[in-house]
């Protein structure tokens, strides 16, 4: 099982629907980072989470500490935002090292 | 400058040739990373040059070699390599030394083909 798992893998939307990404996680973390990838292949970092929420344009990200679990919610989504979202971990024992989620694939449909 | 360059965007190269991949930044980072990352997969942390110095090899074979002449450059020369290696590699960097509360900004890539 890995340390940290994603949910929806895929995931087609029509334009402007609310999507929601899922990330749970199973180790003990010190910040997760939710991280953007094109299909040319650079990756965006869209966030560093600690605790709580954080909001930016269209893009929240929560994080449940206790839970162990961190959501992704994008509103009024567009064919822009199709790419792969990936939620990364720094664990409190690796000190340079992301744990990566699978990816979840999204396609935003005209 | 917020932006992490890579080059080449694209390299194909056979078994026998060496090659070298560029990565720079002039954020004043002080950590800087090699990923390979295989299609569909995530990222997969190779090297970690912490204050110019090697502070991670993640046991990758000795036929990738990084370098890290000055803070703003890391370079990884490619020899020998296997038809297995094609990926993209990935270059990020971070501010401080790689602590734990550091975000990491990516380079584009480059795609690399061996044949």
């Known amino acids: 099982k890995n340390e940290v798992e994603q949910s929806p893998q895929n995931l087609t939307a029509q334009e402007g629907e609310f999507i929601t990404i899922n990330c749970s996680y199973s180790v003990g973390i010190s910040a997760l980072h939710w991280l953007q990838q094109h299909p040319g292949g650079g990756i965006v970092s869209l966030f560093m989470?600690?605790?709580g929420k954080k909001k930016h344009g269209r893009l929240i990200a929560t994080i449940n500490i206790q839970e162990k679990h961190s959501s992704l919610h994008i509103t009024a989504s567009h064919p822009r935002d199709s790419a792969v979202y990936i939620c990364?971990?720094?664990?409190?024992?690796?000190?340079?090292?992301?744990?990566f989620g699978t990816g979840t694939r999204l396609k935003v449909l005209a | 400058d917020t932006e992490v360059t890579q080059t080449p965007k694209h390299l194909v190269m056979g078994m026998t040739n060496k090659k070298s991949l560029k990565c720079e930044q002039h954020m004043g980072h002080r950590a800087m990373y090699w990923y390979k990352q295989k299609a569909k997969k995530p990222p997969e942390l190779m090297f970690v040059y912490s204050y110019e110095k090697l502070s991670i090899n993640e046991s990758v074979p000795s036929r990738f070699s990084p370098e890290c002449p000055n803070s703003s450059l890391l370079n990884l020369h490619l020899h020998a390599l296997q038809p297995e290696d094609s990926a993209l590699y990935l270059c990020?960097?971070?501010?401080?030394?790689?602590?734990?509360?550091?975000?990491?900004?990516f380079g584009p890539g480059t795609r690399l083909l061996v044949l």
């Open positions: 989470l600690s605790s």
């Open positions: 990020a960097s971070s501010q401080g030394g790689g602590g734990v509360g550091e975000t990491q900004y």
């Open positions: 990364a971990v720094r664990s409190l024992s690796g000190t340079y090292k992301y744990i």
